[in-house]
């Protein structure tokens, strides 16, 4: 329940209630994707009407701070006014018209020139679609069947990548989903995060059977976990030692870290990357890209097919286009930064005062609070993190109107709206919830 508003009018989230007793008949849990069921941390997930900036508006007319930001993609904050209105000059063109447009290229010469490591790109339509491509591409390749892949880390849906997965697959502890062939999932081979032996030693017991590693530029499936010194370097030098291809799975880490993503950040360069989220500004856009030799083997150039009715849809086009242009523009990412260091930078002194133990790790502009008092290095310490301690502050953040992500093992994401009252608002909110937490 949020906080109580200045006119201490009734807050009620009567109209969320009676829309889940109709979304529970027609979705499976309500929901059309399971981390938004607050399953892990208990209560009624609440149905949002509108956005604007940093707030987001639930059905009974509630405000809350928003720090999930469409995990991810609100990277701008919500309905921001040059791409609402480039969308809305987008819409009188038509939505879908399944050819090529100029809004394709233009989205792509601009993701190429943030991603020197890519020469060529494929859109799709989501962070899955980019994943399940680049591998599939990595296989035909190399003619190589395993992958390796980090125990935690989440690279969508598909078939091989569920297997030890991360966000809310952690969530609901069933990391190895049921419905993946044990054939397919053999062949997903997993590794622990920040330990080069562990993937050396899938290397050595598999000398020529890699056809990739893929890990994800800045972790956030497992809470926000940062690679330790020359982690991302020794997974270049171990791929191309084995003739293994290295995948940078960008899809979170992509523009929200920097204009140019962990690869950048950690001067590795990928064989090829993927992302999504923030490129489609909102709208459903992901990319896979790479070197022109493994990408040109891709239909109709090459024989690994590949396709999608969406894919470089005009709509969502526009909606990257815009968003990527205001992030480039002068001192975006300066303010980006400077409110991420103020909001997280209030939190240990919280935390000390309630003897709250906590970690905070942060990637560009998003960080997670980790209840624990040792620092997150991979998916077993996140395993260990207070997740009932985890539960309750956001149960609590959430009746002081904070919107956080409802899992321990995802990533807090601000934006660009955020002003100095929702830091301030929110540091106060976080006083209040690790009271006696
Ligand atoms: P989508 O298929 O959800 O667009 O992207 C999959 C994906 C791939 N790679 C990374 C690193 C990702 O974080 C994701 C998706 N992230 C989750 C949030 N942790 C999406 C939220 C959800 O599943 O509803």
Redesign the pocket.
Known sequence: MPAKTAQKKAVTTRKSAALLKRAVKLFPGGVN?P??AFKAVGGKPLFIERAKGSKIFDADGNSYIDYIGS?GPMILGHAHPKVTAALKKALDKGTSYGASTSLEITLAEMVIDAFPSMDMARFVS???EA?MSAIRLARAYTGRDRIIKFEGC???HADSLLVKAG??AATFGVQDSPGVPSTLAQSTLNAVYNDLESVKSLFESNPDGVACVIV?GAP??MGVVLPKEGFMHGLRSLSTQYGALLII?E??SGFRLCYGGAQKIYKVTPDLT?L?KVIGGGLPV?AFGGRREIMEMLSPSGPVYQAGTLSGNPVAMTAGIETLKLLKAKGAYEKLYKTTDTLYKGIPGIAKKHGVPCQIAVAGSMFTVFFSDRVVHNYNDAKKCDLAAFSKYFTRMLANGIYLPPSQF?AVFVSLAHTKDDVAKTLEAVDRSFKGL
Do not use: F, I
């Open positions: 994707s981390v938004r995990w989501s962070g899955t994943t989440y690279h969508g966000s809310g994800e956030g499936n799975d899809v979170m993927c999504g992901g995802e």
